[in-house]
């Protein structure tokens, strides 16, 4: 029987790593080409970024599903999940409008801390995404977009939420209820797209509605196999 470390060794030995470098790299990739004003590479009719994201996405959903089946309750599990994500949000998100901002701002320092879409910008911290600074690159073939990738950040928080509803749900099931099942999963898919139209989630809508968010829920069963 295998103890636990050596099933700990094994998890840890996953390629997760490696094939995460590699989505990386594909997001990399798309984004070096609009920000240079090229056209972005294209695998089967999906720019080569959006591939990456939806790796990123699929690996995410077996990994949080892992950590939810792991977890006792769900103050630890969301707790952990905040972690997570906030004290590096913040940090990022404080840096870009404290230091990089003004560094490289076409505006005077007094301009730049007395214009609105400054502090706006610290709205990220709290999953409220901006990516516009003032006077912060005007001239880019994608203008005013400042760290554009925090998109992805609250469509990974809904599906925090989503995924152990989701879990648990299906634990209870039976095989005569598994149709309805996927019909309420296909419904809250489609709930998380319409409710991201609107304030809060406005900028992660369009993913979600191209399938990026969506990917972690086929992630999710895998954990199992």
Known sequence: MESRKERDRKIKNNNFGAVRLIAALFV??????????????????MPVQEIGVSIFFVIGGYLISKSWIKSRDFAGYICRRCFRIFPALIFCVCT???????AVTSLSWKEYFS?????KYLMNS???INHSLPGVFLDNPYPAAVNGSLWSLPVEFMMYLFLPLWINTGRKMTAR?????????????????IFGAGGYWRNASCYCRQGTGAGFVPGGPGCAI
Not at 96 to 102: S, Y
Not at 115 to 119: E, F, P, V, Y
């Open 126 to 128: 709290l999953l409220y």
């Open 177 to 193: 209820s598994g149709v309805f099942w996927a019909a309420c999963t296909a419904a809250a898919v489609l709930a998380a797209c």
């Open 96 to 102: 870009i409008v404290f230091l990089a901002g003004p």
């Open 115 to 119: 214009d609105r879409l400054t502090w």
């Open 28 to 45: 990399m990739a798309g984004h070096m080409h609009i920000l240079a004003g090229k056209t972005v590479p294209v695998f089967y009719g």
